[in-house]
């Protein structure tokens, strides 16, 4: 059964950092790309980072670009998205989300990150 | 660009609801559907513009391809009154959604 577990999320200061993780399972993690999605209170859903299987290639959305870093360890079947300089426009769920042929199949239940003074 | 149309759908249980999702340009059937419920992740259910992905119900169908597309739920069940997002993978980065449609219970 494929699994896809977040981790890290918080409430964090306006310029702060915060770390998330996404441990997978049920599936060969390092023969697939991973991409991250997130979702504000009562808004829709925004991709924001995707990183590829090996010798990762990278792409981030313009609203995160400079300021997050996605990156994987295939020994651990992990994706990390680390997170600098948070705004109050960063608060949102965040989601790990497993892509097959471009489709992003499997997702993970989300974490919670808030940005609040 | 994805566009859908309308932003509310209401409904009665067991009748046919049609949702639409609109490309500001050619996507061929490179278009996705999502079901999202209160509280949960998206689920996906229908890829290549009309698959269904595995365990998704028959009464769950997608149709169109390059700027037009369209989810039918044949009968609705109460299970299936919640958000819906259609998302484009032909041009990416950015992976994009539309805006979701939301359907209540008339």
């Known amino acids: 059964e494929v699994q896809v577990v977040e981790s890290g999320g918080g409430l964090v200061q306006p310029g702060g950092s915060l770390r998330l993780s996404c441990v997978t399972s049920?599936?060969?993690?390092?023969?697939?790309?991973m991409n991250w999605v997130r979702q504000a209170p009562g808004k829709g859903l925004e991709w924001i980072a995707f990183?590829?299987?090996?010798?990762?290639?990278?792409y981030y959305a313009d609203s995160v670009n400079g300021r997050f870093t996605i990156s994987r360890d295939n020994v651990k079947n992990s994706v990390y998205l680390q997170m600098n300089s948070l705004r109050a426009e960063d608060t949102a769920v965040y989601y790990c989300?497993?892509?097959?042929?471009?489709?992003?199949?499997?997702w993970g239940q989300g974490t919670r990150v808030a940005v609040s003074s | 660009v994805m566009t859908q149309s309308p932003d509310i759908l209401s409904v009665s249980p067991g009748e046919r609801a049609t949702l639409s999702c609109r490309a500001s340009q050619n996507v061929f059937t490179n278009l996705a559907w999502y079901q999202q419920k209160p509280g949960q992740a998206p689920r996906l259910l229908i890829y290549?513009?009309?698959t269904r992905a595995s365990t998704i119900p028959a009464r769950f169908s997608g149709s169109g391809s390059g700027t037009e597309f369209t989810l039918t739920i044949s009968s609705l069940q109460s299970e299936d009154f919640a958000l819906y997002y259609c998302l484009q993978y032909n041009n990416w980065p950015p992976w994009t959604f539309g805006q979701g449609t939301k359907v209540e219970i008339k």
């Open positions: 049920g599936f060969a993690f390092n023969t697939y790309s």
């Open positions: 990183i590829s299987s090996s010798s990762p290639t990278v």
């Open positions: 290549g513009a009309s």
């Open positions: 989300v497993r892509i097959s042929g471009r489709v992003l199949d499997y």
